[in-house]
């Protein structure tokens, strides 16, 4: 039933998303009370045009990095995607990351196109998938971890930051932990106690999760690809930096960008509207950049995801690719029949 909650999820959501846009409608609201919009104007005008297109051109780079690492951890567990298709549904999942609240509903909506190529390894799907999101997570914490450490003698700013990262770095190595030595608490009683309290999709994915340890180069290598992926997009927010002719040193972008990376993955509102805004402006203003920096960068960042989306919406109308959502719940029945009647040929699977 991984595919049809996951579905049914989103369908059914749509009172908490009409209180997520309101809060974000509220939040820009706010935005546009305490900011200097003269001053986001005149640094967009003085904008350095030739950054800016090198940021832009760098994303692809981004992009295609972030499609092989999807690829080699379908391919890991044999689902033998072309690179061109499966570049086309991550291009559809960045849409859907920006029309689904919190950054993550893009990623459901490629596990049902990425199912549809292979039905009868859902688990297999659902577990690539999400290990490719978690390992870009796991690589903005480390980065975030590492430059906020670094910084430390030469600026006190990021100093209340470091609580925090160190708290997620430690709770990202709990939970590798965990997965990689399932096996042994298995033996225990109170385990079988905290699984049978667990959704029974949550535990599908913990244990597809737990296949990639007879994977562990292709684990390594997705998540040397993250952190090559992450530590590009922290350049990238320089090049915006210098695009708006910003007075920061280029090491605080390294900081400041994996900070508003975990903001925006926050399902409090849609794509983090309105909390990255206050968020960027506050710290864009505690550096010394004026009230208009943080916001200016935020514009210039959603144009970028815009410009990510637009080719996932056209593939997502091509013939052959687009799915309706009748479909979509009909192919979530089959694959829960198939579900169902592989875990009662393997009771324990679970």
């Not at 509903?105 to 039905?119: I, L, N, S």
């Not at 930051?161 to 430690?170: A, E, H, T």
């Not at 970028?304 to 979530?332: D, N, R, W, Y």
Request: proline share 3%; with cysteine; aromatic share 10%.
């Amino acid at each position: 039933m991984i595919m049809e909650t996951l579905w049914r999820g989103l369908r059914n959501k749509t009172l908490v998303t009409t209180g997520k846009i309101a809060l974000a409608a509220v939040l820009l609201l706010v935005v546009y009370k305490i900011v200097d919009w003269t001053d986001v104007g005149r640094r967009l005008r003085d904008l350095r045009w030739d950054y800016f297109i090198y940021a832009l051109a760098l994303q692809w780079v981004v992009i295609g990095i972030g499609n092989h690492r999807l690829q080699i951890l379908l391919r890991a567990l044999k689902i033998p995607l072309s690179y061109l298709r499966t570049l086309k549904y991550n291009c559809i999942g960045y849409f859907f990351n920006l029309a689904f609240p919190g950054g993550t509903g893009g990623d459901v909506v490629k596990m049902f196109y990425v199912a549809r190529e292979a039905p009868d390894k859902k688990a297999a799907v659902v577990a690539a998938i999400l290990l490719d999101r978690v390992m870009g997570l796991l690589a903005v914490v480390m980065i975030a971890a590492v430059a906020v450490v670094a910084t430390l003698k030469t600026s006190d700013k990021f100093r209340p930051l470091l609580p925090l990262v160190l708290v997620l770095l430690l709770l990202s190595a709990v939970a590798i932990a965990m997965i990689l030595s399932k096996d042994y608490w298995k033996r225990y009683a109170w385990w079988a106690r905290i699984e049978r309290l667990i959704p029974q999709f949550v535990r599908q994915m913990f244990n597809a999760l737990h296949e990639y340890r007879a994977h562990k180069a292709v684990a390594l290598l997705a998540l040397l690809e993250s952190l090559a992926l992450q530590l590009l997009m922290c350049v990238i927010a320089w090049l915006f930096g210098l695009a708006l002719q910003l007075n920061m040193a280029w090491y605080q972008y390294f900081v400041m960008f994996p900070i508003l990376t975990l903001v925006v993955t926050i399902p409090a509102t849609p794509g983090g509207l309105g909390v990255t805004e206050i968020v960027s402006k506050e710290w864009f203003d505690k550096l010394g950049q004026g009230d208009g920096a943080g916001i200016a960068f935020m514009l210039l960042l959603r144009i970028s995801m815009l410009g990510m989306a637009v080719p996932g919406l056209i593939c997502f109308f091509l013939p052959g690719t687009h799915i309706k959502a009748a479909q979509l719940v009909e192919q979530a029945g089959q694959l829960e029949r198939t579900e169902e009647a592989r875990l009662a040929q393997a009771p324990d699977a679970t």
